[in-house]
């Protein structure tokens, strides 16, 4: 067939100059011009020309059958996909120019064509191998490169058959790390008594269907050998809460909003290939955790997301950064595109995002949470049944993500970074966009028995899990492929993303084919569910798969694990000498709203859409400029009615470097004070954890236990449960120089809670000159320990903030009365923010920004003890109030630890009072310092 | 969850377009309805197989999204779908004087038909290309409505509406022969047009945030009116465009 190509340009293109800028930015001083070139190439007897009116705006685009660029110019670079890959595109165009009546193409390729003025062809190389794209599924084509045809080809490697039988123990360990398997010796050597028992030699594809389902990050095997997954679940099943109906055992936790809704969380980190390739690393975290919000009981509905990134100081020298690792700024910025790319053509608005720093992260974290909404009656999965069909839905099977569930159970280093590209997936966002539309349909026609998501481990996990009771049989040869070259193993293996895999009745399977066909998603049975109990699998139709369930699920050997506490002195740290005269705090409130987590993130989360589906009440920020951070999310999930859902998130990387239980406790306590903040009533309020750990060792297990034994018990005592959770175990990341280093002990608490009235929230910003600031709750200016003041002054201080599990199950009583003044027709509580990181000043600047107001504060009433400390001590579960001028705060808070401390003033500043003394700032010159930080990053 | 089978074919009933990767469709019916009017979503596919018609429909709604995740560029694959394939419906429905409105990828898609800003089916004038900052935006901007002589803006000439806005590509490009009728102009703290980041966040060309075609029946603008709907959104000023839309398809 033919190949035709079409050149496009662009007169004015911000893309191509906004490159330029940052790729000088980033030192390469000599690079003067840059443009972008599209090329389509097309396969077909057609006439070109008949498909311009897609190809073509020519308002603002040109095209022509050759290049524009002249060669002379400088050097080009073109990318393109591999040969084996289909382009994401290339379905668009292909269905295009069907419409357009062009029946005669066959293919079409997109390539993007990036010419470099100013530098050589080497630095323009290096560029494009250093930032333009990713070498799993695409290349640099050679400008000499001959097409005889476009579509895609490749020849798959024959199946495998590998004995383990007789091998020692050396000999198993070798094979498990040649094959990269990563799988412990305790399980290689139950694969090799299995194959004695059985008589017969593995397939490659066998061997991986269990290292797979055997994998820390699919069995959590870590959590599982401490016994903490059955403490959780225990103080779950303990609190026995109404309204929550699914715990842990599905794909999100969910809790009933009404009689005939649900609302579900979950939150999902992405960690190792976030950290090797971020742009697809997280964008595909937001896929997966969307689609487990999709495969929630029969089918449930995107609501709400988020992003949470955890990496080194993102300012960062590039000669401190470890050796091995992606510079931190680079993870940042990759992160934001990935989370635009991915979140916005969802439609799906974003919660909250979170950008925090700490040195231990050179293995970042990278976590995502969905919330989602379903009918009740669709709450709950059924098993599958023999006979019913193992129904594949979505996108094409790839090349892409292979053995990420095991490259992400193991320990990172320099080398995995390379070795395990593969292991990174590709996300498009408009594959998973078209079946979140079609699931409801699905599901309310009655065709679903059961859904789940092909995330770790691909079809072989899905299939394994779903199938665990009854059995399942699968034809891979049926497996739609974009990738020709696949392998059995690699079939069952890929993590290619927005695929979906469901349990259909064998009667409903015409009509789901139907209802998916109308939606443009692609879909396959791939097999049957069995009643054999057996996994089995063929392939070029020979038997490739043939394993016992019971195996695969109840054989998994676990390694008791070691659990000792560290010697003590290695969790303390020194507080930083006091500050106590007034000039001297404002400047150090100056820096503390210019820390990286404190300061003005919301260049960052502007290119997250927040206010998609109509449902927003709350958005990430508000207030007079629309930039205050709200540190809240309130959805109004059924269109018209005032019932709401809260949610909100906790993540300090400070607070576990001193106690791993203080960390735990507080983050708890600052997730729920935020909701409890906002209006969310804390009698329906339920929590979603993520642990993400240094690789086990007994003085990590020791934390690890200390930290889940906090909240299993605290959760007990407030009657608030943990409904959803995940956790990682291993963060940490071998530098091409040796180092090993620990991620921080993070936990991060997101919130799920019911808002009776939507119309009642309470928002941060201050609202009227002459109202009261008081502080409900606890302050202690002795306890710098894990501030971003501390950090600003180069300490991680010695004592949290924290007063032990007697005390955080007393905030109950100021959470149960905030929400009963909230519920009163007219709220004395005209604004309230938690206080958190930064300290009791870092939200009053906050509150005063969002309202165009300022404050005056007596610090004395503040009581005795530093000045820094009263102002920048993290008094997590204190609240900053606005009182209304004509309530008495005394009938309000009444039994409660309060105080005034001055009130709301018209002029725009912050006047802190000693004695006789006052010093003033406006917040125009805290705006500057808050403001710049984050600019500074995103370069 | 709306009915993609779209089977209320009253006339007065105003059609919502869902097409693969339009993901504001539900809200936008949803805001119809708020308005007083009837809505019901109409799938492109049911469109093209003959299953719907647009003359079912007293108006049509392109809502806000990423069609075909607006490969190539954006909204241009699914313009291709209505003027290779609909554009005599199109036309028609247009020359019966039934209103078409498109929002924000809605109105990309609409500059991509040429039915904005020339009102000529299948030749383009213009385009909504990538904003200058190549980001996404998400914000709350203010929009000075201006008189078009069109029902659309009819009481709302000179007002000030708060609306969010979100996309990657709101600039205005347009070929010296079109013809563009502001509808909408983003301002500044001041109350005038601004081309200024971020009060105009795409860098549109002289504020404009949205256009209306030379019959008045088209309407294409980049924010988001059905996100500015209830008190609970903080602003209810874009329901007065849908009132706009439901009072003038009851009089048709």
């Given at each position: 067939m033919p190949i035709h190509a079409v050149y496009v340009n662009r007169a004015d293109d911000p893309e191509a100059a906004t490159l330029l800028a940052r790729l000088r930015h980033q030192g390469?001083?000599?690079?003067v011009g840059l443009t972008i070139e599209r090329v389509y190439r097309l396969e077909g007897d057609i006439d070109p020309e008949a498909l311009l009116p897609l190809l073509v705006n020519p308002v603002f685009e040109s095209g022509s059958r050759d290049s524009r660029l002249d060669p002379a110019a400088g050097p080009i670079v073109e990318i393109g996909y591999q040969k084996a890959v289909t382009d994401p595109e290339t379905p668009s165009i292909l269905e295009g120019a069907r419409a357009l009546g062009v029946t005669g193409l066959q293919w079409a390729r997109l390539g993007l064509r990036y010419q470099f003025q100013g530098i050589t062809a080497e630095e323009a190389r290096r560029i494009a191998v250093a930032t333009l794209f990713n070498p799993v599924v695409q290349e640099i084509v050679p400008p000499e490169r001959v097409w005889d045809s476009l579509r895609p080809t490749g020849t798959p490697e024959p199946v495998r058959r590998i004995s383990l039988a007789g091998l020692s123990d050396a000999e198993l360990a070798r094979a498990s790390e040649e094959n990269s398997w990563y799988a412990p010796l305790c399980q290689m050597q139950a694969l090799r008594d299995y194959e004695q028992q059985r008589g017969r030699p593995f397939s490659d594809a066998e061997i991986e269907i269990v290292v797979q389902s055997w994998s820390d990050h699919c069995y959590h095997t870590t959590w599982k050998s401490l016994g903490l997954f059955q403490k959780l679940m225990a103080a779950t099943r303990q609190i026995d809460h109404p309204a929550v109906v699914s715990v842990f055992k599905d794909n999100a936790g969910g809790m009933r909003l009404t009689d005939d809704w649900v609302v579900t969380i979950k939150g999902e980190t992405h960690n190792f290939p976030s950290a090797i390739a971020t742009f697809g690393g997280v964008a595909t975290k937001h896929g997966g955790v969307i689609r487990d919000t999709l495969g929630f009981g029969k089918g449930g509905f995107p609501i709400g997301g988020s992003t949470i990134m955890g990496t080194m100081d993102p300012r960062l020298a590039d000669d401190d950064v470890p050796p091995g690792a992606l510079h931190p700024g680079h993870i940042v910025r990759e992160s934001i595109r990935a989370t635009a790319y991915y979140c916005n053509p969802m439609g799906i608005p974003m919660m909250y995002p979170v950008y925090r720093a700490h040195p231990g992260y050179p293995k970042c974290l990278a976590l995502g949470h969905s919330l989602g909404l379903i009918p009740s009656a669709y709450a709950q999965k059924e098993r599958p049944r023999p006979g019913d069909a193992v129904l594949l839905f979505g996108g094409r099977t790839g090349r892409d993500g292979l053995h990420g569930a095991t490259a992400s159970s193991a320990q990172m280093t320099g080398e995995t970074a390379e070795k395990e590209a593969a292991a990174v997936q590709i996300g498009h966002p408009i594959i998973e966009r078209k079946f979140m539309e079609a699931i409801p349909h699905l599901r309310d026609a009655g065709c679903i028995r059961a859904v789940t998501d092909l995330g770790a481990g691909g079809i072989s996990c899905a299939a394994g899990e779903m199938g665990e009771h009854t059995g399942v049989r699968l034809d891979l040869d049926t497996v739609p492929l974009k990738d020709q070259s696949l392998t059995a193993w690699e079939v069952l293996l890929s993590e290619s993303q927005e695929r979906m895999l469901a349990a259909i009745p064998p009667e409903k399977l015409a009509e789901a084919r139907e209802i998916l066909r109308r939606h443009d998603v692609e879909c396959t049975v791939i097999g049957t569910f069995t009643e054999t109990g057996r996994y089995e699998a063929t392939w070029r139709g020979e038997p490739v798969v043939d394993l016992e369930m019971s195996f695969l699920w109840q054989c998994c050997p676990i390694e008791p694990a070691t659990v000792r506490p560290p010697a003590p002195v290695e969790r303390t740290g020194t507080d930083p000498a006091p500050v106590d005269d007034l000039p001297s705090v404002l400047a150090a409130g100056k820096a503390v709203l210019a820390h990286y987590h404190c300061c003005d993130q919301s260049p960052a989360g502007?290119?997250?859409?927040?206010?998609?589906?109509?449902?927003?009440?709350?958005?990430?920020y508000g207030g007079k400029t629309g930039r205050m951070p709200t540190h809240a999310y309130v959805s109004?999930?059924?269109?018209?009615?005032?019932i709401g859902v809260a949610s909100t998130v906790a993540y300090n990387p400070f607070y576990g470097d001193l106690d791993p239980a203080g960390l735990a406790r507080l983050m708890m306590v600052e997730a729920i004070s935020r909701a409890v903040a906002v209006g969310a009533d804390p009698a329906v309020l339920t929590l979603c954890d993520n642990f993400y750990t240094p690789k086990a060792t007994p003085e990590w297990n020791w934390a690890l236990t200390r930290m889940v034994e906090t909240i299993a018990d605290l959760s007990v005592r407030l009657g608030t449960p943990f409904i959803s959770g995940k956790d990682s175990s291993s963060g940490t990341f071998r530098a091409s120089d040796g180092r090993s280093i620990d991620v921080p002990l993070t936990f991060v608490v997101a919130t799920m809670a019911r808002v009776p009235d939507v119309l009642r929230v309470v928002t941060k910003d201050l609202k009227r000159a002459g109202n009261r600031l008081v502080l409900l709750g606890r302050l202690d200016?002795?306890?710098?320990?894990?501030?971003v003041y501390a950090d600003c002054r180069g300490e991680r201080g010695s004592r949290l903030h924290d007063f032990g599990q007697e005390w955080a199950a007393g905030l109950k009583a100021s959470w149960v009365r905030l929400h009963t003044l909230s519920r009163q027709d007219v709220n004395p509580v005209q604004a309230a923010a938690a206080i958190g990181e930064g300290g009791l000043f870092a939200r009053l600047f906050e509150m005063a920004y969002g309202g165009g107001l300022g404050a005056r504060l007596e610090?004395?009433?503040?009581?005795?003890?530093r000045l820094d400390g009263l102002l920048f001590a993290e008094a997590v579960g204190a609240f900053l109030l606005e009182v209304d001028a004509g309530a008495d705060p005394e009938a309000l808070f009444a039994g409660l630890e309060y105080r005034v401390l001055g009130e709301v003033t018209a002029e725009p500043g912050l006047e802190l009072r000693l004695g006789g003394e006052t010093a003033g700032i406006s917040l125009a010159e805290l705006e500057e310092a808050w403001s710049r930080p984050f600019g500074e990053v995103l370069g | 969850m709306a009915n993609l089978q779209s089977e209320i074919r009253n006339p007065k009933c105003i059609g919502v377009l869902y097409a693969p990767g339009i993901n504001c469709h539900q809200e936008t019916a949803f805001a119809v309805e708020y308005a007083g009017g009837r809505s019901a979503i109409v799938a492109l596919h049911d469109l093209l197989e003959g299953n719907a018609h647009l003359s079912d429909y007293a108006g049509l709604i392109i809502p806000g999204g990423f069609s075909y995740g607006d490969h190539l560029a954006a909204g241009r694959v699914l313009a291709v779908h209505l003027i290779a394939r609909l554009s005599e419906e199109l036309r028609a429905f247009v020359a019966a004087g039934r209103p078409v409105l498109g929002i924000c990828n809605g109105d990309q898609v609409l500059m991509e038909t040429g039915l904005l800003p020339n009102g000529t089916v299948a030749e383009r004038a213009g385009a909504l290309t990538q904003n200058r900052s190549a980001r996404f935006e998400s914000r709350w901007v203010r929009l000075r409505v201006q008189p078009t002589g069109s029902f659309w803006t009819r009481g709302l000439e000179g007002s000030l509406l708060r609306v969010p806005v979100a996309h990657g590509e709101g600039r205005l490009v347009r070929s010296p022969n079109a013809v563009v009728t502001p509808a909408f102009l983003y301002v500044d703290d001041d109350g005038a047009a601004t081309e200024a980041y971020p009060n105009n966040p795409a860098g549109s060309p002289g504020g404009i945030a949205g256009v209306v075609d030379p019959s008045g029946l088209v309407l294409g603008l980049m924010p988001h009116p059905e996100r500015a709907l209830l008190p609970a959104h903080g602003s209810e000023d874009g329901l007065a465009l849908f009132r706009n839309l439901v009072r003038y398809c009851a009089e048709i």
């Amino acid at each position: 067939m033919p190949i035709h190509a079409v050149y496009v340009n662009r007169a004015d293109d911000p893309e191509a100059a906004t490159l330029l800028a940052r790729l000088r930015h980033q030192g390469h001083a000599g690079l003067v011009g840059l443009t972008i070139e599209r090329v389509y190439r097309l396969e077909g007897d057609i006439d070109p020309e008949a498909l311009l009116p897609l190809l073509v705006n020519p308002v603002f685009e040109s095209g022509s059958r050759d290049s524009r660029l002249d060669p002379a110019a400088g050097p080009i670079v073109e990318i393109g996909y591999q040969k084996a890959v289909t382009d994401p595109e290339t379905p668009s165009i292909l269905e295009g120019a069907r419409a357009l009546g062009v029946t005669g193409l066959q293919w079409a390729r997109l390539g993007l064509r990036y010419q470099f003025q100013g530098i050589t062809a080497e630095e323009a190389r290096r560029i494009a191998v250093a930032t333009l794209f990713n070498p799993v599924v695409q290349e640099i084509v050679p400008p000499e490169r001959v097409w005889d045809s476009l579509r895609p080809t490749g020849t798959p490697e024959p199946v495998r058959r590998i004995s383990l039988a007789g091998l020692s123990d050396a000999e198993l360990a070798r094979a498990s790390e040649e094959n990269s398997w990563y799988a412990p010796l305790c399980q290689m050597q139950a694969l090799r008594d299995y194959e004695q028992q059985r008589g017969r030699p593995f397939s490659d594809a066998e061997i991986e269907i269990v290292v797979q389902s055997w994998s820390d990050h699919c069995y959590h095997t870590t959590w599982k050998s401490l016994g903490l997954f059955q403490k959780l679940m225990a103080a779950t099943r303990q609190i026995d809460h109404p309204a929550v109906v699914s715990v842990f055992k599905d794909n999100a936790g969910g809790m009933r909003l009404t009689d005939d809704w649900v609302v579900t969380i979950k939150g999902e980190t992405h960690n190792f290939p976030s950290a090797i390739a971020t742009f697809g690393g997280v964008a595909t975290k937001h896929g997966g955790v969307i689609r487990d919000t999709l495969g929630f009981g029969k089918g449930g509905f995107p609501i709400g997301g988020s992003t949470i990134m955890g990496t080194m100081d993102p300012r960062l020298a590039d000669d401190d950064v470890p050796p091995g690792a992606l510079h931190p700024g680079h993870i940042v910025r990759e992160s934001i595109r990935a989370t635009a790319y991915y979140c916005n053509p969802m439609g799906i608005p974003m919660m909250y995002p979170v950008y925090r720093a700490h040195p231990g992260y050179p293995k970042c974290l990278a976590l995502g949470h969905s919330l989602g909404l379903i009918p009740s009656a669709y709450a709950q999965k059924e098993r599958p049944r023999p006979g019913d069909a193992v129904l594949l839905f979505g996108g094409r099977t790839g090349r892409d993500g292979l053995h990420g569930a095991t490259a992400s159970s193991a320990q990172m280093t320099g080398e995995t970074a390379e070795k395990e590209a593969a292991a990174v997936q590709i996300g498009h966002p408009i594959i998973e966009r078209k079946f979140m539309e079609a699931i409801p349909h699905l599901r309310d026609a009655g065709c679903i028995r059961a859904v789940t998501d092909l995330g770790a481990g691909g079809i072989s996990c899905a299939a394994g899990e779903m199938g665990e009771h009854t059995g399942v049989r699968l034809d891979l040869d049926t497996v739609p492929l974009k990738d020709q070259s696949l392998t059995a193993w690699e079939v069952l293996l890929s993590e290619s993303q927005e695929r979906m895999l469901a349990a259909i009745p064998p009667e409903k399977l015409a009509e789901a084919r139907e209802i998916l066909r109308r939606h443009d998603v692609e879909c396959t049975v791939i097999g049957t569910f069995t009643e054999t109990g057996r996994y089995e699998a063929t392939w070029r139709g020979e038997p490739v798969v043939d394993l016992e369930m019971s195996f695969l699920w109840q054989c998994c050997p676990i390694e008791p694990a070691t659990v000792r506490p560290p010697a003590p002195v290695e969790r303390t740290g020194t507080d930083p000498a006091p500050v106590d005269d007034l000039p001297s705090v404002l400047a150090a409130g100056k820096a503390v709203l210019a820390h990286y987590h404190c300061c003005d993130q919301s260049p960052a989360g502007f290119q997250f859409d927040s206010t998609v589906q109509g449902r927003t009440v709350v958005g990430p920020y508000g207030g007079k400029t629309g930039r205050m951070p709200t540190h809240a999310y309130v959805s109004a999930p059924l269109r018209g009615e005032r019932i709401g859902v809260a949610s909100t998130v906790a993540y300090n990387p400070f607070y576990g470097d001193l106690d791993p239980a203080g960390l735990a406790r507080l983050m708890m306590v600052e997730a729920i004070s935020r909701a409890v903040a906002v209006g969310a009533d804390p009698a329906v309020l339920t929590l979603c954890d993520n642990f993400y750990t240094p690789k086990a060792t007994p003085e990590w297990n020791w934390a690890l236990t200390r930290m889940v034994e906090t909240i299993a018990d605290l959760s007990v005592r407030l009657g608030t449960p943990f409904i959803s959770g995940k956790d990682s175990s291993s963060g940490t990341f071998r530098a091409s120089d040796g180092r090993s280093i620990d991620v921080p002990l993070t936990f991060v608490v997101a919130t799920m809670a019911r808002v009776p009235d939507v119309l009642r929230v309470v928002t941060k910003d201050l609202k009227r000159a002459g109202n009261r600031l008081v502080l409900l709750g606890r302050l202690d200016p002795e306890r710098l320990g894990g501030s971003v003041y501390a950090d600003c002054r180069g300490e991680r201080g010695s004592r949290l903030h924290d007063f032990g599990q007697e005390w955080a199950a007393g905030l109950k009583a100021s959470w149960v009365r905030l929400h009963t003044l909230s519920r009163q027709d007219v709220n004395p509580v005209q604004a309230a923010a938690a206080i958190g990181e930064g300290g009791l000043f870092a939200r009053l600047f906050e509150m005063a920004y969002g309202g165009g107001l300022g404050a005056r504060l007596e610090l004395g009433a503040l009581g005795p003890g530093r000045l820094d400390g009263l102002l920048f001590a993290e008094a997590v579960g204190a609240f900053l109030l606005e009182v209304d001028a004509g309530a008495d705060p005394e009938a309000l808070f009444a039994g409660l630890e309060y105080r005034v401390l001055g009130e709301v003033t018209a002029e725009p500043g912050l006047e802190l009072r000693l004695g006789g003394e006052t010093a003033g700032i406006s917040l125009a010159e805290l705006e500057e310092a808050w403001s710049r930080p984050f600019g500074e990053v995103l370069g | 969850m709306a009915n993609l089978q779209s089977e209320i074919r009253n006339p007065k009933c105003i059609g919502v377009l869902y097409a693969p990767g339009i993901n504001c469709h539900q809200e936008t019916a949803f805001a119809v309805e708020y308005a007083g009017g009837r809505s019901a979503i109409v799938a492109l596919h049911d469109l093209l197989e003959g299953n719907a018609h647009l003359s079912d429909y007293a108006g049509l709604i392109i809502p806000g999204g990423f069609s075909y995740g607006d490969h190539l560029a954006a909204g241009r694959v699914l313009a291709v779908h209505l003027i290779a394939r609909l554009s005599e419906e199109l036309r028609a429905f247009v020359a019966a004087g039934r209103p078409v409105l498109g929002i924000c990828n809605g109105d990309q898609v609409l500059m991509e038909t040429g039915l904005l800003p020339n009102g000529t089916v299948a030749e383009r004038a213009g385009a909504l290309t990538q904003n200058r900052s190549a980001r996404f935006e998400s914000r709350w901007v203010r929009l000075r409505v201006q008189p078009t002589g069109s029902f659309w803006t009819r009481g709302l000439e000179g007002s000030l509406l708060r609306v969010p806005v979100a996309h990657g590509e709101g600039r205005l490009v347009r070929s010296p022969n079109a013809v563009v009728t502001p509808a909408f102009l983003y301002v500044d703290d001041d109350g005038a047009a601004t081309e200024a980041y971020p009060n105009n966040p795409a860098g549109s060309p002289g504020g404009i945030a949205g256009v209306v075609d030379p019959s008045g029946l088209v309407l294409g603008l980049m924010p988001h009116p059905e996100r500015a709907l209830l008190p609970a959104h903080g602003s209810e000023d874009g329901l007065a465009l849908f009132r706009n839309l439901v009072r003038y398809c009851a009089e048709i």
